[in-house]
């Protein structure tokens, strides 16, 4: 399984509306695969499509990590979610730091609904509607935000978008290197 290099901030594909899957095909298992192994690669908890340069309504997590240290919450271990739809979010919202693989280097605090009800195909194909709350709930909106081509950044006020442009700069100018296999500027 190949480890595919990440896109980094200001490509148009992190910016696209991502396209339905229509089916589970053998090419889409292998790309699932190879998600999986980048994501870990990059020590990330969530990998979507776009972030590896395919337009496609699909993402993985295994956000188990984010609570290794707490023996009372749920454990998901790995999962795929295909053409995923929040068909509900509930109405309290938790703020907490994110990151993001795209935007290395940055971190800043993001309101969420700390619950939501999703609507998805697994890596079956099969179609589950879940509900999800805590860590889960973040990354999985996190990475649906990815398939309608928003990025955490979008999340946060003008303030504090405003005072990360220099470091979004250096994103995009190759300035900064990640430390795992990426695509943009001075690294194409």
């Known amino acids: 399984m190949p480890i595919l290099p990440i896109v980094l901030y200001n490509d148009a594909v992190l910016r696209r509306t991502a396209e339905p899957l229509a089916s589970l095909t053998p090419e889409v298992e292998t790309l699932i695969a190879d998600m999986f192994q980048t994501m870990y690669e990059a020590n990330g908890v969530g990998l979507a499509a776009p972030q590896i340069g395919r337009s496609v309504r699909l993402f993985v997590v295994d956000a188990d990590v984010m609570v290794e240290d707490d023996p009372d919450a749920p454990r998901y271990g790995k ?38 009800t999703l609507r998805y195909r697994d890596g079956t194909f099969a179609e589950k509607t879940e509900p999800f709350a805590g860590w889960m709930s973040r990354v999985i909106q996190h990475e649906l935000d990815h398939l309608d081509g928003i990025l ?3 999340r946060i006020g003008s303030f504090k978008r405003r005072l990360m442009g220099r470091k979004l700069e250096q994103i995009d100018q190759g300035l900064i290197q990640p430390g795992y296999a990426h695509v943009g500027r001075g690294n194409a």
């Open 152 to 154: 955490f950044i979008d």
């Open 79 to 116: 999962r795929v979610f295909i053409n995923p739809v929040i068909t509900h979010a509930g109405p309290e919202t938790v703020s907490f730091e994110e990151g993001c693989l795209s935007l290395p280097d940055l971190r800043e605090t993001v309101a969420r609904p700390d619950a939501i």
